[in-house]
Structures are given as C-alpha cells and as structure tokens.
C-alpha cells in the first residue's frame, strides 16, 4: 500500500510537472513593462507631490505615491526568483536601488525568503510564518496573547513597514550560521542604505527640506508597510499544513485570492500564491494559466482543487475577526489544523 502511495505521489509530482513545462521562460519585456509603468507612476505622483506647497494636497499625493511604491516594491519579489526580466544584472543590481531608500534589506530578505518556500506548512522554523501555533500562544505572556488576538490590526496599522525591516533583520541574523551568506548580504545592505540615505539626506539638508523629507518618508513607510503587512499575512494564515509531498503542501498551504486582472498585474500574479509557491520559476504573467492546468490535474487525481477566496479586502476584513493558531503538527501525516484563539 505504501509503494503504491509513493508511485501515485510521484506520478502525480510528474505530471504536474509536464503540464507547467513550458510555462517557465520568462518575458523579459512583460516584466520591464510591469516594472516601468508602475515606477513612472511612482515617480510622477513623488515629482507632483513635491511641486505643491498645500500641506495637504502634498500628504495625499505621497500616500498614493506610497501605494504605487508598494507596488513596485513587489516587483522585486520577482527578482529574487529570477522571473521579472531574466537579466541577471537587472535583477540583481535593479531592487536593491529601489528598495534601499526604505532601509528594506532586499538582499537579507532574498536569503530567507528561500528558506520560506522550502519550509512553508512544513517546518515551523519558517522565517515568514505569521500565525502563532497553540503552544507559543498559551506559553506567552498575557501582553503578547492579547497581541496575537489582536494581530492583524497590530501588524498592518501598528507595526507597518517598521516591523517588517525589523523581523527581516532578526530572522537574518537567526539564521546566519544555518546561511554563511547571510553576513556577506548583511554587510551589502548595511553598506547601500548608509551611502543611499545619506546622499538623499545631504540634498534635502541642502535644500532645507529635511522636516518635509521626514514626513515624505513617514508616509510612505506608513502606506507601503501596510500593504506590504495585509499581503504578508493573506498569503499562509491559517493555512498551514502538511501534505504527502512538498509540492501539494505548497498548493494548499497558501491562498489564491479572486480578483480583477489589473489588481493581478499590480501584484505580480502573487495572487495565485500557492501557484507561485509549488513552481516559484513560473513568471507572474503565466500563473493564471499554470493555475487552470494544475487544477485539471488535481481533477484527475480526485484530490481537493486549489480554492479561489474572495479578494484582498473581503479576505483580510475576514481573517483579521477570526484569528486562529497552528495545531500539533503530526509529522507523519496531514495536518491543517486550527484553533480559534478563545475571546
């Protein structure tokens, strides 16, 4: 029975693999486009911004700026897996530029990012887990439980962009004798936020615009850390699992989430989490199709199909009223398990 579970796991890993073959070659030009458009608007709406002298017209240009740089933000998610132009210097050189100005420490992230798709629903080592298991929740403080009931307006509102530089650098520096390349990654973030932001700060000084700046910075961090923090947590919550091969964990282990082909693009096809999660090479641009294959192939096996919840608003509004914790995970079997967190 057991040989014939493992061939059927196989088979099942084979063909899934067949089906999404040709749908990894990267378009360098639809991920230049994605990556021009949204940094022109950016940059278009911070140029507007700092033209007008109305107090409140600047603050309402920058926070959509900020909603703008969010989105180029997750353009950089794409190169760290090589699928936004495919140019190895572009990808490299090209987010740490754009994000360093943030202090966002792209190259840590890159670095435990890869641990993350390898222990999603697997190991709760994950250095992007967000959902508490039962034991962390009943061993903590009454302090840290009232946070974790209370955690996605904490995390989105509260702790923003702030606290996802600070968890990024923790979990870097947790993880830096599991990762040697870690402290040479360290010491190049270090490096290009201090000669980025001092340059930015010595013209502002110049310019005696540094209060202004401040409140520029603020408001960005404010915007984009709280989409960056819905996205973080919408991608896994209350998903965790494991199932019987890394493949199939990664496709209901994460959520897809229904919404317009636009907001898809604005994302980067992240929207099909679990898609991008069981074959991370596939560009942004052919993970609505990859989904419809492997679906047709979860039909075959008569196994449960990848579900499509409601989009990012209806889907976080929900799961911010119903917090739940990770179960005992039993490693021999599946488990997806949850328990309400008591009120």
Same mark, same amino acid.
């Given at each position: 029975?057991?040989?014939?579970?493992?061939?059927?796991? !196989?088979?099942?890993?084979?063909?899934?693999?067949? =089906?999404?073959?040709?749908?990894?070659?990267?378009?360098?030009?639809?991920?230049?486009?994605? *990556?021009?458009?949204?940094?022109?608007?950016?940059? /278009?709406? =911070?140029?507007?911004?700092?033209?007008?002298? %109305?107090?409140?017209?600047?603050?309402?240009?920058?926070?959509?700026?900020?909603?703008?740089?969010?989105?180029? *933000?997750?353009?950089?998610?794409?190169?760290?897996?090589?699928?936004?132009?495919?140019?190895?210097?572009?990808?490299? =050189?090209?987010?740490?530029?754009?994000?360093?100005?943030? *202090?966002?420490?792209?190259?840590?992230? /890159?670095?435990?990012?890869?641990?993350?798709?390898?222990?999603?629903?697997?190991?709760?080592?994950?250095?992007?887990?967000?959902?508490?298991?039962?034991?962390?929740?009943?061993?903590?403080?009454?302090?840290?439980?009232?946070?974790?009931?209370?955690?996605? !307006?904490?995390?989105?509102?509260?702790?923003?962009?702030?606290?996802?530089?600070?968890?990024?650098?923790?979990?870097?520096?947790?993880?830096?004798?599991?990762?040697?390349?870690?402290?040479?990654?360290?010491?190049?973030? =270090?490096?290009?936020?201090?000669?980025?932001?001092?340059?930015?700060?010595?013209?502002?000084?110049?310019?005696?615009?540094?209060?202004?700046?401040?409140? *520029?910075?603020?408001?960005?961090?404010?915007?984009?850390?709280?989409?960056?923090?819905?996205?973080?947590?919408?991608?896994?919550?209350?998903?965790?699992?494991?199932?019987?091969?890394?493949?199939?964990?990664?496709?209901?282990?994460?959520?897809?989430?229904?919404?317009?082909?636009?907001?898809?693009?604005?994302?980067?096809?992240?929207?099909?989490?679990?898609?991008?999660?069981?074959?991370?090479?596939?560009?942004? %641009? $052919?993970?609505?199709?990859?989904?419809? $294959?492997?679906?047709?192939?979860?039909?075959?096996?008569?196994?449960?199909?990848?579900?499509?919840?409601?989009?990012?608003?209806? /889907?976080?509004?929900?799961?911010?009223?119903?917090?739940?914790? !990770?179960?005992?995970?039993?490693?021999?079997?599946?488990?997806?398990?949850?328990?309400?967190?008591?009120?």
């Amino acid at each position: 029975m057991g040989d014939r579970t493992m061939t059927s796991t !196989i088979s099942l890993s084979q063909e899934l693999q067949q =089906v999404t073959a040709d749908l990894h070659r990267v378009n360098a030009w639809a991920g230049l486009l994605r *990556f021009s458009v949204i940094g022109l608007i950016f940059l /278009s709406l =911070v140029t507007l911004a700092w033209s007008v002298s %109305n107090t409140i017209l600047f603050v309402s240009l920058t926070a959509l700026a900020g909603v703008f740089y969010a989105f180029w *933000f997750i353009c950089t998610h794409d190169t760290i897996h090589r699928t936004l132009t495919g140019w190895t210097w572009f990808d490299s =050189v090209i987010p740490r530029l754009i994000t360093w100005p943030m *202090f966002w420490p792209y190259s840590l992230y /890159s670095e435990i990012h890869r641990l993350h798709h390898g222990w999603n629903g697997i190991d709760l080592r994950d250095p992007e887990r967000v959902q508490w298991t039962w034991q962390e929740y009943q061993q903590a403080h009454p302090l840290l439980q009232w946070y974790v009931q209370h955690q996605w !307006i904490c995390d989105i509102f509260l702790l923003g962009g702030f606290g996802m530089i600070f968890k990024t650098f923790i979990q870097a520096l947790h993880f830096q004798k599991l990762v040697p390349r870690i402290r040479r990654q360290l010491l190049i973030d =270090v490096t290009g936020m201090l000669l980025i932001n001092g340059v930015l700060l010595t013209i502002v000084i110049s310019q005696g615009e540094l209060l202004r700046y401040l409140l *520029f910075w603020l408001i960005l961090e404010r915007v984009m850390g709280a989409i960056g923090q819905t996205r973080d947590h919408l991608e896994h919550y209350a998903l965790w699992g494991k199932f019987t091969s890394h493949q199939l964990t990664q496709l209901y282990a994460c959520r897809n989430l229904k919404t317009s082909s636009l907001a898809g693009w604005l994302m980067g096809g992240l929207n099909y989490h679990a898609v991008h999660h069981a074959f991370p090479n596939i560009p942004f %641009n $052919r993970l609505p199709e990859a989904f419809e $294959r492997i679906q047709g192939v979860l039909q075959k096996h008569n196994l449960p199909l990848m579900q499509m919840e409601p989009g990012y608003f209806k /889907s976080a509004y929900w799961l911010s009223y119903h917090p739940s914790l !990770i179960g005992e995970v039993n490693k021999s079997e599946l488990t997806n398990r949850h328990h309400m967190i008591p009120a």
